[in-house]
């Protein structure tokens, strides 16, 4: 690729510089990126590919970034990046019992990971962090606070909900398959003497 954009910079009458060598360098350094780059503007100028405008900035979601989740360090992101997962979207959908085998932590942990992952998602970034000041931690919590009736006023005050959204909220939680599979096994979990 680097000796292609060499010869065409020649057609183009661009001379040998150092520019075009730093160039060249950057596109042998991550060819794969570079073909994917020029393909793809290749085919929004032939209006085969790509021929929809992106939305604008303001309209495109956030991005779930897993640093936001408790003790995720960017080794244990790297080890999540390998199985696909590179968001907290992606992450509070998993099965735990599929992670188990391919990582080398507890499922307590996964589970915890997987549920703070699922409140982020729901929630978003400056009420994840509000409710986070509040020790509502995950999914669960917010699931127990919810359900509380002494409770649930602060925490629809913190959301910004009323007290009908909220109980919809419980209703829309328990209705989710990920969160309810997680739920059961969070619940495996817990030693039968502890358990309330």
């Not at 690729?1 to 010869?7: E, F, G, K």
């Not at 003790?71 to 590179?86: A, F, H, Q, V, Y």
Request: glycine content about 6%.
């Amino acid at each position: 690729m680097a000796a292609v954009v060499r010869h065409t910079a020649d057609v183009f009458g661009i001379d040998s510089t150092p520019l075009l060598l730093l160039i060249a360098f950057g596109i042998g350094f991550a060819p794969d990126l570079f073909v994917l780059a020029i393909i793809r503007r290749a085919f929004q100028a032939l209006k085969i590919w790509g021929a929809r405008s992106e939305p604008g900035e303001a309209n495109r979601p956030t991005s779930l970034l897993l640093l936001m989740i408790d003790d995720l360090s960017r080794d244990k992101i790297d080890r999540l990046n390998e199985l696909g997962i590179d968001s907290a979207q992606i992450l509070a959908r998993q099965n735990p019992f599929l992670l188990l085998p391919r990582l080398p932590f507890d499922l307590g942990l996964i589970v915890d990971w997987i549920g703070q992952a699922h409140l982020y998602a729901l929630v978003r970034d400056e009420a994840f962090a509000r409710l986070r000041s509040v020790f509502i931690r995950d999914s669960f919590d917010l699931y127990v606070r919810l359900g509380d009736d002494a409770c649930r006023a602060a925490v629809c005050q913190m959301l910004g909900i009323s007290d009908q959204d909220a109980k919809l909220l419980i209703r829309q939680l328990e209705e989710d398959p990920s969160f309810m599979r997680l739920k059961e096994v969070r619940a495996a979990l817990v030693p039968a003497g502890c358990r309330m």
